[in-house]
């Protein structure tokens, strides 16, 4: 089944979106460390929103009939909803209050970005799948270059909060520009869609999705530490590391288009360029040398995480369309919680945070030769055989711990149960040696 | 003289209704505490820790015992609130002094309940001689006698008297039991050798 015009319709929604982002939520943690709050709370807030992306994923995973059901109500609403919570989130003043908003916010985030990958897992097969969110990439890397160049000057010639207001009411009425686009699609094909009852190969898509995880939370926590070494270790002004950014958006807009085309077997020798990325920063603090890095890292990173989608798009057949949506939405949760973690545990050590990036990736680039059949550098045969193993594993380990923790925390509670029994005997009969002295 | 019983009533009223509200309030006290206590004592499952740990059940449940113990503990201040409202002063010293000496004696028995429950409890799992049992039996009763003496109206002198005779009398026969439990054999041999000498 083709959809042309649907196509067309995600990659400008995407654009749309790119700008929408750039103007809100690239801005909400600059604006943030303005109002007070320090890094901790910073960090604790990226924490909340991979917590709330998690949860939500595993619960549609367990339970896919919730979304599938009146589909676009749900999406349209949650899509609207997450741009028009930016108004409020404007306008509050409290700390407090803003945190709530944020939650608010990162809760329709999480509902609509998860519907946004069910319209494209649900909708196309797996070579037109790779093939939108090729476009989406691109289209929206270009469009948030546009959307940094009007928040730069935006934030020049305005001052004092009102510049943020009017940039928070700007972008969300950009994000609603893609909601009203994404209104006028017929989208009845997603409602009650198939769900598989039995998740077949999960060895497979067990591999798949570490393979993502690895990948997501290495380029989270290498992109938290770039920009604070730059500034603080090396010295670089602020316009410098906002140049890295716009050099890293503008080389993916040419990387993806160029990864498209070419093999996903090859998406390995991305994958291998981009763990290099972060020992080589260390290697000279020149410009031209890091600018040129953030260049390479974006383009490989477009490969690395093409692979993903292709995987993704493949196993859509094994676990259905809400399904692999829900996986990817909470696959992303946890790379968010890992790298927040990491980045929160290291702090200021700089080297740590790199090696970490690199020994990620570098761990993606091993489950990919070793347990990915579509791309292994081993026999397909013996990869599947390996996924299967590393999955069995992994799964008796989770048992494992499940059935220990529950049993020390039911030991723990009948300690306490009993504890409390104890003291109250303990308060009646002093209550009552104190009556009698007294 | 009807004046003065209505005298007395009308005094005595409050005192009643104040002795009517503790008491009430004790019983509602009482099933609350038992209801939370019985809900938190079957989520602790003490009564299946004490039963794997003995190996046996127990002749009274520990939840039983403990439930029991704060019934009667908020019974007793029920009956002491009441009891302060309604008796005067004085006399209520006498029921202090009264229900201290209770105490002593309560917990002087829980003392032998709990020497005997323990030597009992050994003798059970322990596979012991009859004359090792005999011995212990004895200790346990030397024990109980000297609990005991604290809590009869006999004079201090006489007391201590009692006591410090206990005491010496169950340490020395602790010595000697420890002697013959350790050293048995050597004795035996050397009184044997002793004999042969003689012979």
């Given at each position: 089944m083709t959809f042309r015009s649907l196509k067309w319709v995600l990659v400008a929604e995407m654009a749309l979106g790119s700008l929408y982002v750039a103007m809100t939520r690239g801005v909400f943690l600059v604006y943030l460390a303005e109002k007070g709050l320090d890094l901790a709370g910073i960090a604790l807030v990226s924490l909340g929103s991979g917590v709330l992306f998690t949860a939500i994923g595993v619960t549609v995973f367990k339970r896919p009939g919730v979304l599938s059901k009146k589909f676009k109500l749900k999406l349209i609403s949650a899509h609207g909803l997450e741009r028009l919570t930016w108004v409020p989130l404007g306008l509050a003043d409290d700390v407090l209050l803003l945190t709530v908003f944020y939650t608010i916010y990162s809760t329709f985030q999480a509902i609509a970005s998860l519907g946004m990958s069910l319209v494209i897992f649900g909708s196309f097969d797996e070579e037109e799948i790779r093939d939108v969110v090729a476009r989406r990439v691109a289209s929206g890397a270009a469009a948030s270059i546009l959307g940094r160049g009007l928040v730069t000057a935006l934030l020049g010639f305005l001052e004092g909060y009102g510049k943020y207001h009017a940039l928070f009411l700007l972008g969300s009425g950009a994000g609603l520009l893609s909601t009203a686009l994404m209104m006028?699609?017929?989208?009845?094909?997603?409602?009650?869609l198939q769900i598989p009852r039995v998740v077949e190969e999960r060895g497979r898509i067990f591999a798949a999705s570490t393979f993502q995880l690895a990948l997501l939370a290495s380029g989270a926590l290498f992109s938290m530490a770039w920009t604070p070494f730059l500034m603080q270790?090396?010295?670089?002004?602020a316009y410098l590391a906002a140049a890295m950014g716009l050099v890293g958006t503008a080389s993916s807009v040419f990387g993806v288009p160029f990864w498209r085309?070419?093999?996903?077997?090859?998406?390995k020798v991305a994958l291998l360029i981009n763990s290099a990325v972060p020992l080589s920063v260390i290697l000279s603090g020149a410009a031209w040398f890091q600018l040129s890095l953030s260049a390479i890292s974006a383009f490989s990173f477009s490969g690395a995480s093409l692979l993903g989608t292709y995987l993704f798009a493949k196993y859509n057949r094994w676990l259905g369309a809400v399904r692999s949506s829900a996986l990817a939405l909470s696959v992303g949760g946890m790379a968010q919680l890992v790298a927040s973690g990491l980045g929160m545990l290291l702090d200021s050590l700089f080297g740590h945070a790199f090696a970490i990036a690199a020994a990620l990736k570098l761990s993606a680039f091993a489950l990919t030769a070793l347990?990915?059949?579509?791309?292994?550098?081993?026999p397909p045969h013996l990869a599947r055989a390996y996924a299967n193993a590393a999955y069995g594993a992994t799964l008796m380990g989770y048992r494992v711990s499940v059935a220990i923790t529950k049993e020390t925390l039911f030991a723990v509670l009948r300690m306490l149960a009993l504890t409390f029994t104890l003291l109250t005997l303990y308060v009646i009969y002093r209550t009552l040696s104190l009556l009698l002295l007294w | 003289m009807l004046r003065q019983l209505a005298q007395e009533l009308i005094e005595l009223t409050p005192r009643i209704f104040l002795a009517l509200a503790a008491l009430t309030s004790t019983i509602v006290a009482i099933k609350i505490v038992n209801f939370y206590l019985r809900k938190l004592l079957s989520f602790s499952k003490v009564d299946e820790a004490v039963e794997r740990f003995f190996g046996s059940k127990p002749p009274l449940a520990p939840s039983s015992i403990i439930v029991g113990a704060a019934d009667l503990g908020l019974g007793f201040i029920g009956v002491y609130l009441v009891l302060s409202v309604l008796l005067p002063r004085d006399l209520l010293v006498k029921v202090d002094a009264a229900a201290v000496y209770v105490a002593r004696v309560l917990s002087v028995l829980a003392m032998i309940g709990f020497v005997l429950f323990t030597f009992n409890m050994l003798m059970s799992r322990i596979k012991v001689e009859t004359k090792l049992k005999s011995y212990m039996t004895f200790v346990s009763f030397l024990l109980a006698t000297a609990l005991l003496i604290d809590v009869v109206a006999l004079s201090d002198p006489v007391k201590e008297a009692l006591v410090s005779g206990l005491a010496i009398g169950i340490g020395i026969s602790i010595a000697v039991f420890a002697t013959w439990w350790f050293f048995a054999d050597y004795i035996e041999r050397y009184i044997k050798s002793l004999e042969r000498r003689q012979d």
């Open positions: 006028t699609q017929d989208l009845s094909h997603l409602e009650s270790g090396l010295g670089y002004p085309h070419i093999s996903p077997k090859k998406y347990m990915i059949p579509e791309v292994a550098l081993v | -």
